[in-house]
């Protein structure tokens, strides 16, 4: 079983900052398998980001992701109002899927 | 546009069972692997089952905490996926989202419904 583990469990940042998220799995993933969700309270999990660096329809370009092997990152170029959430990744492999514990990710 | 909507949650005492049901429209659902995941609430997502799409394919997967207690099934005449769950305990309370796999050979989850409160309460 694959265990994702994000770092930092909490970032507080303002509006208008870069925002950058980790998530390190403990074996290698595929890099297809790699996705990041946004939730916000309330709310159902939202698709941001698929086969590591692929955005999902809808999807504002100041999102991007990067990675390989056991380290994924999530970057948020410009932080908006609305990007104040919290965020898993996710991966998949041998038909089991796991997520991460989240980021959350507060207004400074 | 896709929906999907959860139904069948309520409250049970430990060691009861339930059935969910997720009815899907707007897309292809025999196309699509459809999962279950949970959530207690303000804690993180936990991936409960998944069952492979296509009539001919009807693989199905369930993580450790759930093997053997849950059972996932679709209809796809009906479009509707379920879980029935047996053998309830307190720590299977959460909100369980039902969820598309679109099979695009990516492992994700495209689309989710708006979660149902599962609580298991004596």
């Known amino acids: 079983e694959v265990v994702l583990t994000q770092s930092p469990d909490t970032l507080s940042l303002s509006p208008g900052e870069g925002a950058t998220l980790s998530c390190r799995a403990s074996?290698?993933?595929?890099?297809?398998?790699l996705a990041w969700y946004q939730q916000k309270p309330g709310q159902a999990p939202r698709l941001l980001i698929y086969g590591t660096s692929n955005r999902a329809a809808g999807i504002p370009d100041r999102f991007s992701g990067s990675g390989s092997g056991t380290d994924f990152t999530l970057t948020i170029s410009r932080l908006e109002p609305e990007d104040f959430a919290a965020y898993y990744c996710?991966?998949?492999?041998?038909?089991?899927?796991?997520f991460g514990q989240g980021t959350k990710l507060e207004i400074k | 546009e896709v929906q999907l909507v959860e139904s069948g949650g309520g409250s049970v005492q430990p060691g009861g069972s339930l059935r969910l049901s997720c009815a899907a429209s707007?897309?292809?659902?025999?196309?699509?692997?459809m999962n279950w995941v949970r959530q207690v609430p303000g804690k993180g997502l936990f991936w409960v089952s998944g069952?492979?799409?296509?009539?001919?394919?009807?693989?199905?997967s369930y993580a450790d905490f759930v093997r053997g207690r849950f059972t996932i099934s679709r209809d796809n005449a009906k479009n509707t996926v379920y879980l029935e769950m047996t053998s309830l305990r307190a720590e299977d309370t959460a909100v369980y989202y039902c969820a598309t796999d679109p099979r695009d050979g990516y492992g994700h989850f495209d689309y989710w419904g708006q979660g149902i409160l599962v609580t298991v309460s004596s």
């Open positions: 069952i492979f799409a296509g009539d001919s394919d009807r693989r199905t």
């Open positions: 074996q290698s993933v595929n890099s297809k398998f």
């Open positions: 996710q991966q998949y492999g041998d038909s089991l899927y796991s």
């Open positions: 707007g897309f292809t659902f025999d196309n699509n692997h």
